[in-house]
Nanobody
Framework: QVQLVESGGGLVQAGGSLRLSCAAS????????MGWFRQAPGKQRELVAL??????NYADSVKGRFTISRDNGKNTVYLQMNSLKPEDTGVYYC????????WGQGTQVTVSS
């Protein structure tokens, strides 16, 4: 079992920055990949960024603005979000794959125009 706890969400003006953190515990050593997804009101959950064995993938909408990184020593994954736009608003969920998918509880990000 893997437990994921996110932090770092909040309210920010357009053009601002936020950094999300997701700390994994439990069988964190078995995690193959970690990532961030988001869900805006009335929309489906979508992939934002993934990191697997140091390789990263981003949604086209966030390329050049968001950076995902992972500190294996701390079992933590980060999402640095710069140049935020109102359309980045949503609940951001941490995801980990360790034999199955695990999800955090979500953290709200609100970008005001």
């Amino acid at each position: 079992q893997v437990q994921l706890v996110e932090s770092g969400g909040g309210l920010v003006q357009a053009g601002g920055s936020l950094r999300l953190s997701c700390a994994a515990s439990g069988s964190a050593f078995s995690i193959y990949s970690m990532g961030w997804f988001r869900q805006a009101p009335g929309k489906q959950r979508e992939l934002v960024a993934l990191i697997t064995s140091g390789r990263t993938n981003y949604a086209d909408s966030v390329k050049g603005r968001f950076t995902i990184s992972r500190d294996n020593g701390k079992n933590t994954v980060y999402l640095q979000m710069n140049s935020l736009k109102p359309e980045d608003t949503g609940v951001y969920y941490c995801n980990a794959v360790a034999g199955r998918q695990y999800w955090g509880q979500g953290t709200q990000v609100t970008v005001s125009s």
